[in-house]
């Protein structure tokens, strides 16, 4: 029977235990782990309520004795099997373990079923009686009292098996919390089955108290047989490749899979072993991953506060050797403002960087094909720029024979006098200096072709002034301007003529003359005429831009320029142009390109390029030191 006292703590824990249902039931989403331990409050509630009525209940009024009696089983039957299911929703996953989990409460249910059907069967009781020594047991204690010890044993070995195969101090207190709370009510369970008839019927419920106890400090107060680890694990494993969580000393406490198969078995990283312990001096060569590990560590202590780099480790797939590519970040964990560890979380960027790579090739490739057609647009314009040369080179050729001639038929002549002879000198050194002029020129097409057919990636990094800039495009548009009609005007900030830019003058010639052909194509539109090109100082910028006098850009097209490949010139245009030349300013000179509405009608295409890159000389300071 209930004793007094027994009674007292079983009212004190009934108590405690509505008090919980209330508050549990108050909170609209509470976590499965929640819900299985509620589970066990209540079965052990009611278990603990029949007690008491069986207490207070006439010892004449077998029957009700009896449905008290069954009632109490709600809780015995019950109760291992919530525990084994917060076991395996801990180690296991309740999605993978649904299936066992709803499966572990058959038993229970089929044994409330016999408990309630006895008198037909008397599977459960032969002699039913609330004296433990007049009680004569059917064939069935034996299936639901080994099903219990099952449920309690299967329990407790999946959380250490659990807390040995993570190996953290996280899982160990888990794991003695589990094994008082499970081991409690299984060694006493097993006394109060095969020890002597004085032990009272009250002993396995009170040592279920502990399993209450112990798993409801570990819920609610430790935190710990909730899901808060697994799911802090699958969220780590989804937000990165690899992880390692080390503690203050260098110790090495946790990390995933993938992180065991990358960096531990090639590194001699291992579970509670310092960092210092996988490298020795002779490992350098090998080992650099864990140096640059350590050292980064080590810095985020001392700067208290988050470390990043890039690391590359080797692998061989078979025969064949390649790298991986990781962001690694060093995080410090602060806990009562004192430093506890460290989480260190590996992001595989081989990938990008191969897109990267593939990417830059790409729009290498963009470029130079930009280039080479605009070399073909030139050639025809090329042709006609060395055919004025070449033939006004032949036409002084031939008047410099023809006085040659001259000069030879008149050696006998008594009538030709010196003065004769020093006209005919003179005449031959005109026709020679625009010989002279004729070729400069040509070598002047000739060196900014060239420079324009050089490939994108032999840039050189030289000072070059914006009037070498703005005569290379005007040699190279000369004959573009000329077919369109139009005429090449240069106006300068007052008191500033003389830029110069530090680069690679072919790749500026290359934006500046597709701004041209623009402006050029723009301007056709309404019968040519004057294209500016502008240069001024901006802040601490400097601007360079065409303006034209065309039809315009119209809004839907300009918001939409540098950032991709669009043309508004139908078939006659690629849009590689203008995307180009924004990633060349971009890229080589760290600048950028822009377009605004030109005041008289027409647009105004620039780029910017900082100062920085720039240096000026006064036209006013340079006319001072002449002076």
């Given at each position: 029977?209930v004793?007094?006292?027994?009674?007292?703590?079983?009212t004190?824990?009934?108590?405690?235990?509505?008090?919980?249902?209330?508050?549990?039931?108050?909170?609209?989403?509470?976590?499965?782990?929640?819900?299985?331990?509620?589970?066990?409050?209540?079965?052990f509630g009611?278990?603990?309520?029949a007690?008491?009525?069986i207490k207070?209940?006439?010892?004449?009024?077998?029957t009700?004795l009896w449905?008290?009696d069954s009632?109490?089983?709600?809780?015995?039957a019950?109760?291992?099997?919530f525990?084994?299911?917060?076991?395996l929703?801990?180690?296991?996953g309740?999605?993978?373990m649904?299936?066992?989990?709803?499966a572990?409460?058959?038993?229970p249910?089929?044994?409330?079923?016999?408990v309630?059907?006895?008198?037909?069967?008397?599977?459960?009781?032969?002699?039913?009686?609330?004296?433990k020594?007049?009680?004569v047991?059917?064939?069935?204690?034996?299936?639901?009292?080994?099903?219990?010890y099952?449920?309690?044993?299967?329990?407790i070995?999946?959380?250490?098996?659990?807390?040995?195969?993570?190996?953290?101090?996280?899982?160990?207190?888990?794991?003695?919390l589990?094994?008082?709370?499970?081991?409690?009510?299984l060694?006493?369970?097993?006394?109060?089955?095969?020890?002597?008839?004085?032990i009272?019927i009250?002993?396995?419920?009170?040592?279920?108290?502990?399993?209450?106890?112990?798993?409801?400090?570990?819920?609610y107060q430790?935190?710990?047989?909730d899901?808060?680890?697994?799911?802090?694990?699958?969220i780590?494993?989804?937000i990165t490749?690899?992880?390692?969580?080390?503690?203050?000393?260098?110790?090495?406490l946790?990390?995933?899979?993938?992180?065991?198969?990358?960096?531990?078995?090639?590194?001699?990283?291992?579970?509670?072993?310092?960092l210092?312990e996988?490298?020795?001096?002779?490992d350098?060569?090998?080992?650099?991953?864990?140096?640059?590990?350590?050292?980064?560590?080590?810095s985020?202590?001392?700067?208290?506060s988050?470390?990043?780099?890039?690391?590359a480790?080797?692998?061989?797939e078979?025969?064949?050797?390649k790298?991986?590519?990781?962001?690694?970040?060093?995080?410090?964990?602060?806990?009562?403002?004192?430093?506890?560890?460290?989480?260190?979380?590996?992001?595989d960027?081989t990938?990008?960087k191969?897109?990267?790579q593939?990417?830059?090739?790409?729009?290498?490739?963009?470029?130079?094909?930009?280039?080479?057609?605009?070399?073909g647009?030139?050639m025809?314009?090329?042709?006609?720029n060395?055919?004025?040369?070449?033939?006004?080179?032949?036409?002084?050729?031939?008047?410099?024979?023809?006085?040659?001639?001259e000069?030879?038929?008149?050696?006998?002549?008594?009538?030709?006098?010196?003065?004769?002879?020093?006209?005919?000198?003179?005449?031959m050194?005109?026709?020679?200096?625009?010989?002279r002029e004729?070729?400069?020129?040509?070598?002047?097409?000739?060196?900014a072709i060239?420079g324009?057919?050089?490939?994108?990636?032999l840039?050189?990094?030289?000072?070059?002034?914006?009037?070498?800039?703005?005569?290379?495009?005007?040699?190279?548009?000369r004959?573009e301007?000329?077919?369109?009609n139009c005429s090449?005007?240069v106006?300068?900030?007052?008191?500033?003529?003389?830029?110069?830019?530090?680069?690679?003058?072919?790749?500026l010639?290359?934006v500046?003359?597709?701004?041209?052909?623009?402006?050029?194509y723009?301007?056709k539109q309404?019968?040519?005429?004057?294209?500016?090109?502008?240069?001024r100082q901006?802040?601490?910028?400097?601007k360079?831009?065409?303006?034209?006098?065309?039809?315009?850009?119209?809004?839907?097209?300009?918001?939409?320029?540098f950032?991709e490949?669009i043309?508004?010139?139908g078939?006659?245009?690629?849009?590689?142009?203008?995307?180009?030349?924004?990633?060349?300013?971009r890229?080589?000179f760290?600048?950028?390109?822009?377009?605004?509405?030109?005041p008289?009608?027409?647009?105004?295409?620039?780029?910017?390029?900082?100062?920085?890159?720039?240096?000026?000389?006064?036209?006013?300071?340079?006319?001072?030191?002449?002076q």
């Open positions: 029977m004793s007094d006292w027994i009674a007292t703590v079983f004190i824990i009934l108590v405690a235990i509505l008090l919980f249902i209330i508050w549990s039931l108050r909170i609209r989403h509470l976590p499965l782990i929640h819900k299985l331990y509620l589970g066990i409050a209540i079965s009611i278990w603990l309520v007690l008491l009525c207070y209940t006439d010892p004449a009024n077998t009700m449905v008290w009632f109490t089983y709600i809780g015995v019950f109760s291992p099997a525990t084994l299911c917060i076991a929703v801990f180690t296991k309740w999605e993978r649904k299936p066992l989990g709803w572990a409460f058959i038993i249910a089929a044994t409330n079923v016999i309630w059907t006895n008198p037909i069967h008397h599977l459960q009781y032969k002699v039913f009686s609330v004296v020594s007049e009680i047991f059917g064939p069935y204690i034996y299936v639901s009292g080994l099903y219990t099952i449920c309690l044993v299967t329990g070995v999946l959380m250490i098996s659990f807390a040995i195969k993570n190996d953290s101090r996280l899982y160990l207190k888990q794991c003695i589990f094994s008082l709370g499970g081991l409690a009510p060694v006493v369970s097993s006394i109060a089955t095969f020890g002597p008839p004085s009272p009250t002993a396995t419920p009170l040592s279920f108290v502990a399993t209450v106890v112990c798993n409801g400090i570990a819920i430790l935190h710990l047989l899901i808060k680890p697994i799911a802090t694990q699958h780590l494993n989804w490749d690899c992880y390692l969580v080390v503690s203050d000393e260098g110790l090495a946790a990390y995933n899979k993938p992180f065991e198969e990358m960096f531990s078995d090639r590194f001699g990283i291992k579970l509670n072993h310092y210092s996988s490298v020795k001096e002779e350098v060569a090998k080992k650099t991953a864990v140096y640059n590990l350590m050292t980064a560590i080590e985020c202590r001392q700067s208290g988050a470390i990043s780099y890039e690391q480790v080797g692998t061989y078979g025969d064949l050797y790298k991986n590519y990781y962001i690694t970040d060093v995080t410090p964990l602060v806990i009562n403002d004192k430093l506890s560890g460290f989480v260190v979380l590996y992001k960027i990938q990008l191969k897109s990267m593939q990417l830059q090739d790409s729009q290498t490739r963009m470029m130079e094909q930009e280039r080479m057609a605009f070399l647009q030139m025809a314009g090329l042709a006609h060395l055919k004025t040369p070449i033939m006004s080179i032949s036409g002084c050729v031939s008047a410099a024979e023809d006085l040659v001639e000069c030879v038929s008149s050696l006998d002549d008594p009538e030709v006098v010196p003065s004769d002879y020093q006209e005919i000198y003179s005449e050194g005109e026709w020679f200096q625009r010989i004729s070729t400069a020129y040509m070598s002047d097409i000739i060196t060239k324009q057919a050089a490939s994108v990636n840039s050189e990094d030289t000072p070059f002034t914006v009037d070498e800039l703005v005569g290379r495009s005007r040699l190279l548009m004959h301007l000329q077919s369109g090449l005007e106006e300068y900030e007052e008191g500033k003529k003389d830029f110069t830019l530090h680069g690679d003058i072919n790749n010639v290359q500046l003359n597709n701004l041209l052909s623009n402006a050029v723009a301007q309404t019968g040519g005429g004057a294209i500016t090109v502008g240069v901006d802040g601490d910028n400097l360079i831009y065409v303006r034209d006098t065309g039809p315009g850009v119209k809004p839907q097209i300009r918001s939409r320029l950032k490949m043309t508004s010139k078939t006659m245009g690629t849009g590689l142009g203008l995307y180009i030349s924004n990633t060349v300013v890229g080589k760290g600048g950028s390109m822009w377009v605004e509405d030109n008289g009608g027409g647009s105004i295409f620039g780029m910017t390029i900082p100062l920085a890159a720039v240096s000026s000389n006064d036209s006013n300071e340079e006319e001072g030191s002449r």
